[in-house]
């Protein structure tokens, strides 16, 4: 398996996280292209500060040979079903396309859920949008089942 090392995002990670993030963008060549302001952005730099401060949230980078090749966001839910039991949710999932097939995402996103399962978490969750066919087969061969239809509502 590849090596990976994982750490918890800094500042100086955000332009990448988003470009990562946006090459992983659903909508394919209609995608809009990366603003790169958008990584010094009052309200970005805000959400990274509030998710950096919460230790129920999580913002990874994982990089090989010193550069950062992929990103994900853990974050850490309690509830009341299942006896209170807590969930882990993996958020903006993304490894550097150059990267893909290598078995990095699986290292990745093995590693997310060794992390829930050290929280204390009794599931691991995701949405995945419904057009990334590849993405869903992915999730399908670590194990993830395709249990629920996720609804958004834009504000």
């Known amino acids: 398996m590849p090596e990976l090392t994982f750490r918890d995002a800094t500042a100086a990670d955000i332009l990448t996280m ?3 993030s ?3 963008d659903a909508r394919g060549p209609d995608t809009p292209p990366l ?3 958008m990584a010094t952005d009052p309200r970005t730099l805000a959400a990274f500060a509030a998710i950096e401060a919460d230790p129920a949230h999580r ?3 994982a990089e090989r040979n010193g550069e950062v090749v992929g990103t994900l966001q853990i974050s850490f839910l309690p509830g009341l079903p299942a006896f209170g039991m807590r969930r ?3 958020e903006n999932v993304h490894i550097r396309s150059d990267q893909r097939g290598s078995g990095l995402g699986t290292v990745m996103v093995q590693w997310a859920i ?3 399962r050290e929280a204390g978490c009794g599931v691991v969750q995701l949405t995945s949008n419904k057009i990334r066919m590849d993405a869903h087969r992915f999730y399908r061969k670590l194990g993830f089942e395709q249990s629920h239809e996720g609804f958004k509502l834009k504000l």
């Open 59 to 61: 913002l990874i980078v």
């Open 114 to 116: 060794d992390r829930c």
């Open 88 to 90: 882990g949710v993996l």
């Open 22 to 24: 946006h090459a992983g």
């Open 35 to 37: 603003d790169p302001a």
């Open 18 to 20: 988003l470009t990562l």
